[in-house]
């Protein structure tokens, strides 16, 4: 079975080298065919747009019988993709998986999760709450996030001004809620973790009592 | 030209028709020997009938409702022609004798078969310009072999066969024999042509293919692989198709539906072998036996075989007992032995014996015949089951104070060490429930224990494969299982996390990913 294992993926390396329309990359670590990077650029007219993703790619002992694991390398803001970690929950990594599914198609999905998220069925909790509460505020964050981990290219009046995104900017939080708290002398490092837990954004900020935000960042 | 020009040019024009035709349909048509020499040749056609699709067939008899039959290849046309000395010029063939035959009898009527020989001469007739007629036969042929006849004779109507049942035979056997024809064709056919299996990317003749009955085809090694994984690891919902359309269909089937996609053990047989196809069989009694409420597991524990109910069992509607004993499941026994302490009355001598029978069970692997009540050996419908005392004694011994009169009683009674035995059992088993109570939520399909590490409320159940919420304990739709966490007002909404597990992000989100370590239990998730 290994020995079916080992034809399949060089194979599929090999398919995945001559296919020069769908921009998937399949590289080898270290030559080891099992253990893989591949890469893709994030989806046009999404926030990913510009932005090169990298996946890392572990190919079971019962490939293809069993999933393949894939998780970001790339730090990716999406619901279904842990910003932590970059392990991604999408239902053919797990039960829906199908021998019949390869690298490549599984990466095209993946490139497709980038376009459609589901918030409903959730892998990184806070940054679904975000894109259910504030779209517009989390698309920013998420194009953030492209520009300073996918490298994708900032956006031009961006470029004109020289700006970088500040620290509340990546966290999808407005730097005038940060200030208000700073500048009762949290730290503003933590005002940013708990507005961040709190989902303190949107309409939350006027609608959320000040002793919840209080009593949190007294915790 | 004169008359021998013109044979010489026919004798040329048919040699070439007959090596075209015998290089397309090579031993399907033969020449006859000719050896008086005598003008014209004589030569023989088969041609099979395929049609473009499988098409429902109807025979000529009253029963024919009952034998459903689809048709892509009908027997062979099998007919002599005299091609004349001046064919194609000036003659057309002429057929000898045509012949539709299945087995012994014909399948078309004799009229049919003239009919379909006479159409050669209309053919030829039809192509003649400046008094010269052309070659006909392989237009003929075309029009035979792809059934075009069926529709201009009216037997194909409206996309269905009528066939008349041909006399002397049963209507049966003539539709076994055009059944096993076509199968035995579209074997043949199926064998003969290469597949690309989806599975190992190579070209593989159907000889070591298979077509499941999703019609999707694989070849039989990589089936092998995937399903003796299936078997080995115990996941028999992925003993079916592969494919990722049927995975997604099994993946988001609603309840009720679990025949989708199911493979007869034959088929698997046929990939993996007898013993794991032995062992399939065992894991799928199991798994009915874990589902249905009248299967038990044998209580020998060598042996822990599903046990079905005895076959009369099921037909009988229960009777209503009016006086006699109250009827005790197996589940009430094992569930409190408080309850049992209370309600545990000995059941009378007059016990109706025709009930006993219910509880008879033979288990079919080690033929060990018990009762389903007590678990001990078949004591027969006279005697009553000796129900274990255990608890009523530990809970009675517990009630009385410690150094009590009526504890030294019990214990001269039943051994001080006995007792003391029992009761350690007792609260052990009580913490074990406890534990279990408090910790382990049952899935809402099958009853199985569940206790969640991490992750979200929606759970899927490894056993089978119901879905349902960690919190309250409802089964989900499988389609759409997160609307039950969308609901304003319901006591689940926003809950898909618990408070815990999103602090459990924030602190991962703190400590961020170091390097090629992976994060333990997110892929189990």
């Known amino acids: ?219 | 030209m004169s008359h021998s020009d013109i044979l010489e040019s026919c004798r040329v024009r048919q040699q070439d028709e007959i090596l075209t035709l015998q290089s397309i349909y090579g031993e399907l048509i033969t020449v006859l020997p000719n050896p008086s020499q005598k003008a014209g040749t004589l030569i023989t056609l088969s041609i099979p009938i395929v049609l473009p699709s499988a098409t429902p067939a109807d025979l000529s008899s009253p029963i024919s409702s009952s034998l459903p039959l689809e048709l892509t290849h009908l027997p062979p046309i099998t007919i002599r022609l005299l091609l004349p000395a001046n064919y194609p010029a000036h003659a057309p063939p002429r057929p000898v004798w045509m012949k539709a035959s299945l087995q012994q009898c014909s399948w078309l009527s004799r009229k049919t078969c003239g009919q379909i020989a006479g159409k050669m001469a209309t053919m030829w007739r039809e192509e003649v310009s400046d008094g010269e007629g052309m070659e006909v036969i392989f237009r003929w042929w075309d029009w035979v072999a792809n059934g075009d006849f069926l529709e201009e004779f009216g037997i194909l109507v409206d996309g269905r066969l009528k066939l008349s049942v041909p006399p002397m035979i049963p209507v049966s056997t003539f539709h076994t024999l055009l059944k096993s024809h076509n199968a035995a064709q579209v074997h043949s056919e199926f064998q003969s042509t290469a597949y690309s299996c989806s599975i190992c990317f190579e070209n593989r003749m159907g000889t070591s293919c298979i077509q499941l009955p999703c019609s999707c085809i694989f070849c039989t090694p990589c089936l092998n692989s995937c399903w003796t994984l299936a078997i080995t690891e115990g996941s028999l919902e992925n003993v079916s198709c592969p494919s990722p359309q049927c995975v997604k269909t099994r993946a988001t089937r609603s309840d009720g539906q679990t025949s989708i996609n199911y493979i007869d053990s034959e088929t698997i047989r046929s990939v993996v072998g007898e013993d794991l196809e032995r062992r399939w069989q065992e894991l799928r009694e199991r798994r009915r036996a874990e589902i249905d409420p009248t299967y038990t597991i044998c209580p020998r524990s060598t042996c822990q075989a599903p046990v079905p109910p005895p076959p009369q069992s099921s037909q009988d509607t229960p009777t209503p007992v009016v006086s006699g004993p109250r009827i005790i499941r197996l589940a009430d026994l094992t569930r409190t032995e408080k309850t049992e302490e209370d309600q545990l009355p000995t059941p009378p001598p007059t016990a109706n014996t025709e009930d006993r029978w219910d509880r008879y069970r033979l288990c079919p692997k080690c033929n060990y015949s018990f009762c389903l009540f007590c678990g001990n050996g078949w004591h027969g419908v006279h005697l009553p089951c000796a129900f274990p005392k255990t608890s009523e004694i530990v809970l009675e011994y517990l009630s009385y104070s410690e150094g009590s009169e009526e504890r030294r009683r019990m214990e001269i009674r039943r051994g001080k060490m006995n007792l003391e035995k029992m009761v350690r059992q007792y609260r052990e088993d009580e913490e074990n429930k406890q534990w279990l109570e408090s910790r382990t939520r049952p899935c809402s399909g099958c009853g199985v224990r569940v206790e969640k590490s991490h992750g979200c409320n929606h759970m899927t159940c490894n056993r089978c494969h119901s879905h349902f919420c960690y919190r309250c304990g409802l089964s989900l739709s499988p389609s759409d299982p997160y609307a039950h966490y969308r609901h304003p007002g319901t006591s689940c909404f926003e809950k898909l996390f618990d408070p815990e597990e999103i602090q459990r992000f924030d602190r991962e989100a703190g400590e961020g990913m170091v390097g090629d370590e992976w994060p333990r239990g997110i892929w189990e998730w």
């Open chain 1, 1 to 219: 079975m290994s020995d079916a294992r080992l034809r399949r993926v060089q194979k599929e390396i090999r398919d995945c080298a001559k296919d020069k329309t769908s921009q998937i990359s399949l590289e080898m670590i270290d030559e080891n065919p099992f253990h893989l990077i591949g890469a893709f650029p994030g989806p046009p007219d999404t926030p990913y747009e510009g932005g090169y993703y990298e996946v890392d790619i572990v190919v079971p002992d019962a490939y293809p019988f069993q999933p393949v694991k894939m998780k970001f390398i790339t730090k990716v803001y999406h619901p279904n993709i842990s910003s932590a970690s970059g392990a991604i929950c999408l239902d053919i990594l797990k039960d829906a998986w199908s021998p019949v599914l390869t690298l490549k198609s599984t990466l095209i999905s993946l490139q497709s999760l980038l376009c459609d998220p589901v918030p409903n069925d959730p892998q990184d909790a806070e940054v679904a709450k975000h894109f259910l509460t504030d779209r517009q505020s989390f698309n920013a964050t998420a194009k953030h996030w492209a520009q300073a981990y996918a490298q994708a290219p900032a956006r031009k009046q961006a470029q004109v001004s020289g700006k970088v995104a500040t620290d509340a900017e990546m966290a999808g939080l407005s730097e005038e809620s940060v200030k208000g708290f700073t500048e009762m002398g949290f730290p503003r490092e933590k005002v940013i973790q708990v507005l961040k837990r709190l989902n303190y954004r949107g309409n939350v900020v006027n609608t959320m009592p000040m002793d919840t935000v209080m009593e949190a960042l007294l915790s």
